[in-house]
């Protein structure tokens, strides 16, 4: 999955799960984005233009966040990096046990 579990929320965890039980699975997502920058005009034009569906939203992921989810779906992370500068995370992950 590329980019987009956040559309998938509040359900992400279960999602996670589902791609788990399919052996291995890879998602790179965001966890840096403009709707949580400390300049407040940046922050505005992030969350403006951040759109899910027809309507704006400002949720976005966090590494933390994303830890918490990975953690509900029962996962086993098997790789675990940061690319991009930073902003988007590279996870492979596998059903645990």
Excluded: C
Aim: cysteine-free.
């Amino acid at each position: 999955m590329l980019g987009s579990l956040y559309h998938f929320h509040p359900k992400e965890g279960v999602l996670l799960g589902a791609m788990a039980r399919s052996g291995r699975a890879i998602l790179l997502e965001p966890v840096k984005n403009h709707s949580f920058d400390g300049n407040p005009i940046s922050r505005w034009l992030g969350q403006a233009l951040s759109y899910i569906g027809d309507t704006s939203s400002s949720y976005r992921l966090t590494p933390d966040a994303l830890d918490a989810l990975l953690a509900e779906g029962g996962v086993e992370v098997i790789f675990d990096t940061l690319i991009l500068g930073g902003k988007y995370r590279l996870v492979e992950f596998r059903k645990r046990g």
